[in-house]
């Protein structure tokens, strides 16, 4: 069974930083994409940003040039960094784990807040 475990949420002033992390327990077969989602309350969840196996990220142009997704692949784990944090990116991010080829999965984790004060 696989797991996915973010941590690294909460409470910041505006302009400031923090790094979330997502970590995967149990075994996982094949390349795959990784990603951020991020849903405020009231609203729909949306992709914050992506990465491949290979590397190859995509971003939603609201944090294009404040976030910055990366990613080890021995340890499937991926990291958000985010900078010049804005009240607007107030959420709860969650992390997922695709995978549309055979074997086919789609993972989510449990969400961590962030939680942004201007």
């Known amino acids: 069974q696989v797991q996915l475990v973010e941590s690294g949420g909460g409470l910041v002033q505006a302009g400031g930083s923090l790094r979330l992390s997502c970590g995967t327990s149990g075994s996982v077969f094949g390349s795959n994409i990784m990603a951020w989602y991020r849903q405020a309350p009231g609203l729909q969840r949306e992709l914050v940003a992506s990465?491949?196996?290979?590397?190859?990220?995509n971003y939603a142009d609201f944090v294009k040039g404040r976030f910055t997704i990366s990613r080890e692949n021995a340890k499937n784990t991926i990291y958000l960094l985010m900078n010049s944090l804005k009240p607007e990116d107030t959420a709860v991010y969650y992390c997922?784990?695709?995978?549309?080829?055979?074997?086919?999965?789609?993972?989510w984790g449990q969400g961590t807040q962030v939680t942004v004060s201007s």
């Open positions: 997922n784990l695709k995978r549309t080829g055979v074997p086919k999965y789609d993972y």
């Open positions: 990465i491949t196996s290979g590397g190859r990220t």
